[in-house]
């Protein structure tokens, strides 16, 4: 599967920006479709997954939980990041992921994913 994700930009602080993820080339529903992000000082972190098939699992991590909602429309092959209360902290380079048979546990793990998009920029000012 092929991944592009788009969306990113400059808002400032306390705005929203909506990210997606488009997929091409797989069977997108089966997919565990997850965003990262990265800065220069830090490691690649989790932001939030969600599963595949049936009823979806959705994890958040603490930091952005309350103000990111991740959503699939799995006939549009896309999942989607919308983020509102953006902080600066938030100012990073976003990465979608995805992977299939994923166990609920590794979901929040990079690692655990083989397919990644190219990632968006955003920038929150202050």
């Known amino acids: 599967v092929q991944l592009q994700a788009s969306g990113g930009g400059l808002v400032q602080t306390g705005g929203s920006l909506r990210l997606s993820c488009v997929a091409s080339?797989?069977?997108?529903?089966?997919?565990?479709i997850g965003w990262f992000r990265q800065t220069p000082m830090k490691e690649r972190e989790f932001v939030a997954t969600?599963?595949?098939?049936?009823?979806?699992?959705?994890k958040y991590a603490d930091s952005v939980k309350g103000r990111f909602t991740i959503s699939r429309d799995n006939a549009k092959n896309t999942v989607s990041l919308q983020m509102n209360s953006l902080k600066p902290e938030d100012t990073a380079i976003y990465y979608c992921?995805?992977?299939?048979?994923?166990?609920?546990?590794?979901?929040?793990?990079?690692?655990?994913?083989?397919?990644w998009g190219q990632g968006t920029q955003l920038t929150v000012s202050s």
């Open positions: 080339g797989g069977a997108f529903s089966r997919y565990t």
């Open positions: 992921a995805g992977d299939r048979n994923l166990i609920v546990s590794s979901m929040t793990t990079s690692s655990a994913y083989h397919y």
């Open positions: 969600i599963s595949g098939l049936g009823r979806s699992t959705i």
